[in-house]
């Protein structure tokens, strides 16, 4: 049995936050992809028993959940290349963004695709609102930590790879809005672990489709 | 100018987190009460300008926001008495459970006083499923990380100086449930540094009454 197994599903952006810090880390693992839709394994059940939810970290066999638990726990047990800053209030600040992105923009997005029509109009506006304050913590620098793409970033780019689901479904375009925090997901798309883990952004669209049509929305 | 300020609401159980952690580690700081009904302080505004709410902690004029994030910082600042165990892996568990309970514990809460008949009860089924699931985290340890009070107690004890308030709205008792939990809460209310900062929960109710009639609940 492979030291790392990661219970995974390719369009989770929370799964993909793992699989980038593996790889920005050098860490080899055994990827097994869940089947969500068609029960999920017993491994996974046992492994989180609170949420049931991929992604699950096993090392050792210890199970790890919740994503941005698991990326800060990766950061800690390899320790190079550093993903935190080092400076107890550059840590703090790492996870005040990260945690707000972890409350707000996944779900501000989902309420996108959700609704249409006036709702969905608030909920475009709402998102935007959410990208300008996050474009705020991002400021002048090249990436959320300073000179170099860490913990926040990786927080980040993965919810990046619903974006172009948001932005069909929403009629709009996050460039028109944001044009700091579009460079940054250039810059962040073009690094070789970000790259290699972010699937193609059609794929997601049409699992965003099937998810509609899965619970009844138009 | 002292060098730890906490922008405080004395009801806040956010608040009273980080009062906890600061008298574990023996910390002095200045305690500003901010008149969250009368309008929030400048400082309070400019401090936290996401969220706008307290807790904030000032240490050297730098904010610090989010009171899992602060006790983190308190931690890492002050390192005796750890709070948060050494090893990544007992780490990353504590911080699940903080995080389930800041996910939970008390919105779940706010349910039972918000609601009333069906809404409500189903509101107390609800808040004790949560209280089992902590208990189970809890299993036969003294507290959430063994032996010693740390990180999950502060995070967990602070919300129980609203049980009070959710017992009596909802008409139901905890003891009756998470008989371990129950042992837990009484543990720790023993505990000089707690002991000094929950308030009386008489007090804590006439406030969520008093939060009742300003929000046109009857």
Not at 3 to 10: E, K, M, Q, S, Y
Not at 21 to 28: N, P, Q, R, T, V
Not at 110 to 130: L, M, P, R, S, Y
Not at 138 to 161: E, Q, T
Request: aromatic share 12%; with cysteine; hydrophobic share 40%.
């Amino acid at each position: 049995m492979s030291d790392v197994i990661l219970l995974d599903c390719w369009a989770s952006p929370f799964c993909m936050r793992v699989k980038i810090a593996l790889e920005e880390k050098g860490i080899k693992y055994e990827n097994r992809a869940e089947d969500l839709f068609g029960g999920k394994s017993e491994l996974l059940l046992t492994s989180n028993p609170i949420y049931g939810k991929v992604p699950v970290l096993l090392h050792n066999g210890k199970p790890l959940c919740e994503s941005s638990i698991i990326v800060g726990y990766i950061d800690e047990t390899w320790a190079s290349p550093p993903l935190l800053p080092s400076c107890p209030y550059g840590r703090a600040q790492a996870k005040f963004w990260a945690d707000f992105i972890d409350k707000k923009l996944f779900d501000a997005g989902g309420n996108i695709w959700k609704t249409k029509g006036e709702a969905q109009a608030v909920a475009v506006k709402d998102f935007i609102e959410i990208l300008k304050q996050l474009e705020g913590g991002l400021g002048d620098k090249d990436y959320f930590g300073g000179d170099s793409f860490g913990f926040v970033d990786i927080i980040a780019i993965a919810i990046i790879s619903w974006f172009n689901a948001f932005e069909r479904f929403g009629n709009f375009k996050v460039e028109d809005h944001t044009p700091k925090f579009s460079a940054w997901i250039k810059r962040c798309l073009q690094r070789e672990t970000v790259a290699k883990i972010i699937p193609d952004p059609e794929k997601v669209y049409e699992f965003v489709l099937l998810l509609k049509k899965m619970n009844g929305i138009e």
